[in-house]
Structure formats: C-alpha cells, structure tokens
C-alpha cells in the first residue's frame, strides 16, 4: 500500500498563502504515482473530515470543491512522486487538518479514496 505524507501547513493570517505537499511512496512493483488519483481532505474542529479536491495524475484532470474555487489549486509532479494544494486568500474558516490520500485511478467519489497520510495543520488567523 502507498504512503503519503502531507507537510506544509502553518499559521497564517486571513488573506495570506499556503503551500501543502503530499510525498507519496512505497509504491507496488510496476506502479508509479499516475496510477493513483490523489485527493485533499480536511477536518475542521469539532466537524467531520472532507474531501476539497481531487486530481488524476494520469491526465492533470482536477476538481475542486466550491468552497475552494478560485482560491486553491491542486497539482502533480509525478517524476518528484508529489501532489501539491496551493491555497491563497485564505480564511479563517480555512483552519483545520489537511490530510492527503491516495485512490484509483478514475475515483467515483471521496469514499475511494482509501490510503491515508498524516495530516498537517493550517491555521488561519483574523
């Protein structure tokens, strides 16, 4: 099974910017980082954890959710095994743990997603 590690968060204030960086590894003989869709989660206090956006690194296809449109962008590098979420003006509502994980390669939803990194806290102040 994949491993992911996210890294990045910190605390920043309202309007401020944000790289997070998810390494994946330990991947199957014969699979390479384009055999997964990688996606971004995130659990705010006290609320349940979910999906904001998602990418193919087969295709570059992404999606993201519209809380976060506009503002955020997800990206692959697959030769450094690396799926980056760049995230400007950033709000306070912002604020929770960022986690990546790793699915197949054409996900139907947040629920395949099923490989699990720790995650990385952002905080945003106001």
């Known amino acids: 099974e994949v491993q992911l590690q996210a890294s990045g968060g910190g605390l920043v204030q309202a309007g401020g910017s944000l790289t997070l960086s998810c390494a994946v590894s330990?991947?199957?003989?014969?699979?390479?980082?384009?055999?997964?869709?990688i996606a971004w989660f995130r659990q705010a206090p006290g609320k349940e954890r979910k999906g904001i956006s998602m990418?193919?690194?087969?295709?570059?296809?992404?999606y993201l959710e519209d809380s976060v449109k506009g503002r955020f962008t997800i990206s692959g590098d697959n030769a450094k095994n690396a799926v980056y979420l760049q995230m400007n003006s950033l709000k306070p509502d912002d604020t929770a743990i960022y986690y990546c994980?790793?699915?197949?390669?054409?996900?139907?939803?947040?629920?395949?997603?099923?490989?699990w990194g720790r995650g990385t806290q952002v905080t945003v102040s106001s």
């Open positions: 994980a790793a699915g197949g390669k054409q996900p139907r939803g947040w629920s395949d997603f099923t490989s």
């Open positions: 330990g991947f199957a003989s014969g699979f390479t980082l384009d055999d997964y869709a």
């Open positions: 990418i193919s690194t087969e295709d570059g296809s992404t």
